[in-house]
């Protein structure tokens, strides 16, 4: 029983930060936390619309290191994944983020919360697609 709250635990905390930041951003700043498009418009933003931009990605990036530095249970990497194959599947995620008009962060967190059926459908398209690649890398590729 310890074993599952303390695996749930920093779950929940995690999910209650993100929702209360998206809010947060939406309230304050009146924007959507999609992080794709955060990132890809502080290229071509306005000049008066950068920090803003800039300080929430140092809070994700910076929070995960937070969380890493106090806890050090980060992710690592399986040295054994094909390399080729993580490149590919960066640009496959770039592209289906592009032909979804939006990530999972976005649609999932934001758009769900906003009762969009747009983001409903783009949620349930980036599940059955992840679930597809998952059986393609492992029972096709022999990935594991």
């Known amino acids: 029983m310890a074993t599952s709250i303390a695996t749930f635990l920093p779950a929940l905390i995690g999910g209650a930060l993100i929702g209360l930041a998206a809010t947060l951003l939406l309230w304050l700043n009146g924007r959507l936390s999609g992080i794709s498009g955060i990132l890809w418009r502080l290229f071509f933003a306005n000049p008066g619309d950068i920090w803003w ?9 910076g929070g995960a290191g937070l969380y890493y530095a106090f806890f050090g249970d980060a992710p690592t990497a399986r040295p054994t994944f094909p390399v080729w194959l993580l490149i590919v599947a ?3 995620v770039g592209y289906g983020t592009s032909l ?3 990530c999972t962060s976005g649609h999932g967190v934001c758009g769900l919360g906003r009762l969009s059926l747009r983001s409903l459908v783009a949620t349930l398209t980036f599940l059955l697609v ?3 690649t998952t059986f393609v890398v492992r029972h096709l590729f022999g990935v594991i």
Do not use: D, K, P, Y
């Open 90 to 92: 960066g640009f496959l």
């Open 100 to 102: 979804g008009n939006g």
């Open 130 to 132: 992840a679930i597809i």
């Open 53 to 61: 931009r800039i300080l929430f990605l140092a809070g994700v990036v």
